[in-house]
């Protein structure tokens, strides 16, 4: 089965704190993904990748960076958090573009 | 631009019975991709179904079948025999073909909850 894992379930962070949210997959998958979910309007993706080191901009990138050095592992990183942060974050890997993304548990972040 | 709706916020069922939940989206493209999505209460979002555009053949996988309508651009979800492991947010997505260009990106609808009734 595939694993999707996050670094946390659950963070509470400060205002202006830089916050970094991990995901690492275990089925060496090609491409990874974080979306934002919030009620009433889906998943709205932030960053992919589709290799190492390579990034593209979702739909809601700013105030947001990614960084992948490895090919299991994406971070993603909140430069100076805000409370319009405050959010599920989701990640999610695939194999090639066209396949099943697998999900990791989400990390619920709250800016204060 | 593709966008997809879910127009039914929440749904609610009696247990083992049938329900359906409805999705239209709109695209110019021929050939795409659309999924079903369930997000049980506080556990991971997994694939619960998935169907390719030229196919024809409505997708089934267990309980759960698809109701495909290309010309109508709807791809509603049906439960058979709904179970109260079923309750969850699920929701409709769709992806451009393939050959379209290197955007990977799933366009997702807003939800629906389904709450089943014991």
């Known amino acids: 089965d595939v694993k999707v894992t996050q670094s946390s379930r659950y963070l509470v962070k400060r205002t202006g704190e830089k916050v970094f949210l991990e995901c690492v997959q275990d089925?060496?998958?090609?491409?990874m993904f974080w979306y934002r979910q919030d009620p009433g309007l889906g998943l709205r993706l932030i960053y992919f990748s589709y290799d190492v080191k390579m990034k593209e901009k979702g739909d809601i990138p700013e105030g947001y960076s990614v960084s992948r050095e490895k090919k299991e592992r994406f971070s993603l990183i909140l430069e100076s958090a805000s409370t319009n942060q405050t959010s599920m974050y989701l990640c999610a890997s695939s194999d090639r573009p066209q396949d099943t993304q697998y999900f990791g548990p989400g990390t619920r972040l709250t800016v204060l | 631009a593709q966008t997809v709706t879910q127009s039914q916020p929440e749904m609610s069922v009696q247990e083992a019975e049938t329900v359906t939940l409805s999705c239209t989206y709109d695209?110019?493209?021929?050939?795409?991709?659309l999924f079903w999505y369930k997000q049980p209460p506080s556990r991971q979002m997994i694939l619960v179904i998935r169907q390719e555009a030229y196919k024809q053949q409505n997708a089934t996988e267990n309980r759960f079948s698809v109701n495909f309508q290309k010309a109508a651009k709807s791809f509603s979800l049906k439960i058979s025999d709904s179970q109260l492991g079923d309750a969850a947010m699920y929701f409709c997505?769709?992806?451009?073909?393939?050959?379209?260009?290197?955007?990977?990106?799933?366009?997702w609808g807003a939800g629906t909850k389904l709450i089943i009734k014991p």
């Open positions: 695209t110019s493209e021929s050939d795409y991709y």
């Open positions: 089925m060496d998958h090609e491409n």
């Open positions: 997505a769709y992806r451009n073909p393939v050959y379209m260009d290197s955007n990977y990106q799933l366009i």
